[in-house]
């Protein structure tokens, strides 16, 4: 199946950095990328839709100018967490939509652990 | 707002009994799937099923979904040890022009050696 990879895979930072995280597919072109947060013990929540060429689509309650996103190429799109505070520490996952004739499904990356001291 | 509520939200079986998830939804899908993830890592996609299809069936795994009751329920036969992790239900639908993955709560399954 698809790959998807995140790098760094983990990250600790100190309050107030910035924090890049990216995401690639390796062995396909994924004109739309989504990134998820999720907290301890809970599920996934949607944060954007990234899409290539074009602004992010955010979700409701997700702040666009502390979580930056850039969706460059057909292969990458990063994630930049902007003067992190620890309420931002929590595992980041991105997923690239694969569309496949009608069918359509996400891939997911590895995820990216963040915490901030 | 979270779409799917799965239960239980913890289970705790012996090897070698089946696990069975459920997850419900709220609104219309086009598609149901089950993702798998080990502690601290990332998902793994298991199975998708259409909203036309009713069951589906891979390996120790069998899915089904009724639309009638925005319902599916994941089935893991014979479990093994490895089987441990949590398990989220996802329901893809037609959201301004491309399709919005929702997850839901996720099951924690823990079968005992």
């Known amino acids: 199946g698809a790959v998807v990879s995140q790098h760094p895979s983990r990250v600790i930072c100190k309050s107030g950095t910035s924090v890049k995280i990216e995401c690639r597919s390796l062995d396909f072109q994924a004109t739309t990328m989504f990134w998820y947060r999720q907290f301890p013990k809970q599920s996934l929540m949607l944060m954007a839709t990234?899409?290539?060429?074009?602004?992010?689509?955010?979700e409701q309650g997700v702040e666009k100018d502390k979580f930056l996103i850039n969706h460059a190429s057909l292969t990458l799109s990063t994630l930049t967490v902007t003067s992190a505070h620890p309420e931002d520490s929590s595992f980041y996952i991105c997923s690239a939509r694969v569309l496949a004739g009608a069918q359509e499904t996400q891939y997911f990356g590895p995820g990216t652990r963040l915490l901030v001291l | 707002s979270q779409q799917g509520e799965e239960d239980p939200q913890a289970l705790s079986i012996q090897e070698g009994e089946n696990a069975t998830m459920n997850c419900s939804y709220k609104?219309?899908?086009?598609?149901l799937q089950w993702y798998r993830q080990n502690s601290g890592r990332g998902l793994v996609h298991l199975i998708l099923?259409?909203?036309?299809?009713r069951e589906k069936h891979s390996g120790r795994l069998r899915v089904t979904l009724d639309t009638s009751k925005k319902s599916s329920s994941l089935l893991i036969t014979a479990s093994r040890a490895a089987d441990t992790a949590s398990y989220f239900c996802a329901t893809v639908g037609a959201s301004g022009g491309y399709q919005k993955v929702t997850f839901g709560t996720g099951t924690k399954l823990q079968v005992i050696p």
């Open positions: 609104t219309s899908i086009n598609n």
């Open positions: 990234s899409n290539e060429g074009s602004k992010a689509t955010y």
């Open positions: 099923i259409r909203s036309n299809e």
